[in-house]
């Protein structure tokens, strides 16, 4: 019920929000209602770009970054979570971009794959990719300081987040 408190501001057909937390929730139902699993995966990586990215420049390192503090709070945990977005966020460039070495013999669906006729996104790449996103989704929607933080636009989203990384834990 909390969720759907949180949720249905967004959904009102009055008045819209706008602002980053609704694109991320947009996106994340672009993400529900894909054709496939790459612009569904692309969809979910949209959550966390409208979420977290606040500049131009290091995009994956900022998404990496804030994913870990936002979601772990001990430095092992961080570590890991930092580690896995970056994999995650080149498996995104990869599928944008079209630069994959597809390997010849057998096709699974544990490699990731593009080519004219298909692209595979491996399981495991989605399957963690959609848990951080939720995860993503929620804290932002339980911390009222961040939801309004993420209406805004300017510089006080950013400071926010280089207060989390200098703070070391979400409030």
Not at 41 to 70: C, D, K, N, P, W
Not at 125 to 148: E, G, I, P
Request: proline share 2%.
């Amino acid at each position: 019920q909390q969720y759907c408190v949180a949720l249905e501001p967004y959904f009102r057909p009055i008045q819209w929000h706008s602002g980053r937390l609704a694109v991320a929730i947009g996106s994340f139902l672009s993400y529900a209602l894909a054709a496939d699993d790459v612009q569904g995966y692309l969809a979910l990586m949209t959550v966390f770009e409208a979420l977290l990215s606040t500049g131009g420049t290091e995009i994956t390192h900022q998404i990496s970054e804030r994913t870990a503090f936002l979601l772990e709070r001990e430095m092992e945990g961080r570590l890991g979570v930092y580690r896995r977005m970056k994999e995650l966020y080149a498996t995104r460039s990869h599928l944008v971009h079209g630069n994959v070495e597809n390997r010849k013999g057998v096709i699974t669906y544990d490699r990731l794959r593009v080519d004219a006729k298909f692209k595979i996104v491996p399981d495991h790449d989605y399957d963690d990719l959609f848990s951080f996103c939720t995860r993503l989704v929620t804290t932002a929607l339980k911390s009222d300081q961040l939801a309004a933080l993420l209406e805004e636009s300017g510089k006080r989203l950013s400071d926010w987040y280089l207060r989390l990384i200098f703070r070391g834990a979400a409030e």
